[in-house]
Nanobody, 127 residues
Framework: VQLQASGGGLVQDGGSLRLSCAASGRTFSSYYMGWFRQAPGKEREFVAAITRNGTSTYYADSVKGRFTISRDNAKNTVYLQMNSLKPEDTAVYYC?????????????????????WGQGTLVTVSS
């Protein structure tokens, strides 16, 4: 599957953005999906993840209550709604897909479990 992330940009402290990740192919609903981010000079970190049917979601503590992950399998798209953005949310955001053969159910926060990655979209939050 190929993933194309979009929706990044420059926003002020406290603002909102919605990221989208469009997937190619007809098997999107068979993948677990996640969002990760990487700030300059830092390691990539987990942000949020969602099950194949969208009924369960997982979040990093740093974004819980501010970010919401969702998916529309009919549109082959996963979203990340980001509210109350802070300067420390500035990063390149990546979407990723994990197969049913991975250990995703045990560790949705592990980048290792994701087989496919998008190219990333830059989010900059100004203070």
């Amino acid at each position: 599957v190929q993933l194309q992330a979009s929706g990044g940009g420059l926003v002020q402290d406290g603002g909102s953005l919605r990221l989208s990740c469009a997937a190619s192919g007809r098997t999107f609903s068979s993948y677990y999906m996640g969002w990760f981010r990487q700030a300059p000079g830092k390691e990539r970190e987990f942000v949020a993840a969602i099950t194949r049917n969208g009924t369960s979601t997982y979040y990093a503590d740093s974004v819980k209550g501010r970010f919401t992950i969702s998916r529309d399998n009919a549109k082959n798209t996963v979203y990340l709604q980001m509210n109350s953005l802070k300067p420390e949310d500035t990063a390149v955001y990546y979407c990723a897909a994990a197969t049913v053969h991975s250990g995703w159910l045990q560790s949705p926060e592990r980048a290792y479990e994701y087989l496919y990655w998008g190219q990333g979209t830059l989010v900059t939050v100004s203070s």
